[in-house]
């Protein structure tokens, strides 16, 4: 696809990466804000997402400060010998106890709760961090990268799916009723916003979704 037009007068891009697969990202677990390492599919994922979004020339790369984002970003900061800013920020919803759950024994201790969580309705997760909050530090920690862009430069996040997608839907200013028409990210999967010159968003610039899940 052709660089937006919103680009080349001078707005800026972000663009958004979930992290590779981990080894519970296939066995179906719950990982939140525990520890994980990418596996073997994993690496590799991120070792071709890297060098693709290297060409869209990144003046910025910033990462949540967890294993499997911090092993994602490496091939991509390798590949643009960019500095990479860790920020805690960009981790995952805590989702308490029910970490390190796989599905089936969260389904066989709390069917609603599980059921709640499939559909990304996470206030409905007892100990889960509320929605709110995440949204906020999402917001918070994504304007500031943006501000810290100049024109036309694009700055990339390596962040977590559901903090990705509560992310997007309160950057483009939709309502949170639609964050549940988004489908969840793949592992891999990224999303680009571009700014454009119609006002401003709760982040700071109005952006417009120009890919959501483009996996290369």
Known sequence: MSAPSAGAAGGRTLVLVRHGRTAWN???????????SLDDHGREQAARVGPV????APSLVWCSDLARTRETVAPLAAATGLPVVYDKRLREFYFGECE???HAEF?????????????GDY???PAAE???VVR???????????????PGQTGVAVSHGAAIR?????LLGWPDALTHTLRGLDNGGRVELVETSEGTGPGGPALRLQAYNRTV
């Open 107 to 119: 389904e066989a201790r709390d069917a609603v709760a599980f059921q709640a969580l499939r559909r």
């Open 100 to 102: 390190g759950w796989s």
């Open 166 to 170: 509560v992310a997007t839907v309160a």
């Open 53 to 56: 979004v290297a060409a869209m």
């Open 130 to 132: 509320p929605t709110a």
């Open 26 to 36: 296939h066995e179906g677990r719950v990982q939140g804000q525990l520890d994980v």
């Open 123 to 125: 206030d409905r997760v």
């Open 136 to 150: 906020e530090r999402m917001v918070e920690v994504l304007g500031e990268l943006l501000a810290a862009l100049g």
